[in-house]
Each structure stands twice: as structure tokens, then as C-alpha cells.
């Protein structure tokens, strides 16, 4: 349990008050491009630093706006703040024959979370990233992972993720990390969104995209 009482850090508290009371109405921060320093330094576990109401509004902050990117997640140092917190989201979409094993993930806010593979089996597929705005490359993650994490009220969560859920929970733990994608993602494979879509949106794997862009997969 976080005792928000006992170790607020009054100075952090009041910045990121600042920081969330910059939110536009709609309740959307703006999102921090590659190359701010934030994105590129480990962030500090949270440990009730902020006072719980502060807390309360930076996660639906984070919600809504990762939302309104559109996204399927958001690290606290994609908004400029240091601190090890994430939130994310994705639902099943219609396509049942979808190799990514896309699954049903529902909102939750996931701090100071860590995540070991399962097995040694992975998969690459084409991932973005919110503050990498406008571009797509071929990541390799683990397919399978045992994803730990506490919960805005401290509580102590530990489950196995597969597939795109466990994808979600890598790229944003990564965040926290100080971490990009693109640091061990297949740098010919980078693409921008409209190429993306005009010459490989027909193949979920990247077949012919590593054939013809000269990547392996």
C-alpha cells in the first residue's frame, strides 16, 4: 500500500498539479517528442510521492489522452514526468484471423511494473510509438511474459500476458526504462505511417516487407 501521507513529496506534487492544471479542457496533455531528455532517463519508482488526489487526475489525464492520440498506452515521461507510471488499454478487434494475437486488455494504471519472458519464443511485427509520431518499424518482443505491477492503491498485481497485451505492457515498461522502441527495433523496416499503409497494410507479418526492404524477421 502507498502511504501517500507519510512520503509526499510536496515540491513533485505541486509540479505535476502545474503540469495537469496545463491540460486542455477536453482533459488532453501534450505529448513529448523523441529527443526530450525525459523520454532517454530512468524514471523514479513511485512510492506515494504525490498526494492521492494528484494521482487520481494524472491517470485519467494519461487515459484521456492516450485515447485521444488514438493510443493503446501512455508512460508518465511521454507527458514530461519522471515517475514510474503507465497506463494502458486495447480491445479485440474484428479480425479473428489476426497473427498478433490481439486480446481483450482492459484500463488499468500500471505502476512501477517489470516483466520477464516465458519460454524464448518471440514474434516481430511493425509498432509506433506516440512519441515517435508518425513513424512505424519492426520490433521483436517476447511473445509471452510474467507482467508485475501495483495499482493506484499500492496493491500488488502479477499476471501472464500474451501476444499484443504482452507487447503493450513491454513498450511501456520500456518507456520507464529511458527506453525507445526504435533502440532494437529493424531500422530498414522504419516507415511512415502513409507508406505503412500504402505498400504493407495488406500483411499483418511483415513477410514482404523484410523481402523487400532487406530485413530479417
Known sequence: MFTHHASVDTKLSRAVERLLDSATEDGILPIVQAGEPVLRQRTVAYDGQLTRATLTKLISLMHS?????????????QIGLGLAIAVIEDHVRDDEDDPRDIAELPFRAIINPHYEPIGTQTRSFYEGCLSVSGYQAVRQRWLDVQATWQDEDGKQHSERLHGWPARIFQHETDHLRGELYIDRAEMRSLSTDENLEDYWADEAVPVAAARTLGFAI
Do not use: K, N
Request: aromatic share 0%; charged share 10%; hydrophobic share 55%.
Open 65 to 77: 489522452t492516450m485515447l485521444e492520440a488514438p493510443g493503446v498506452g501512455l508512460a508518465a515521461p
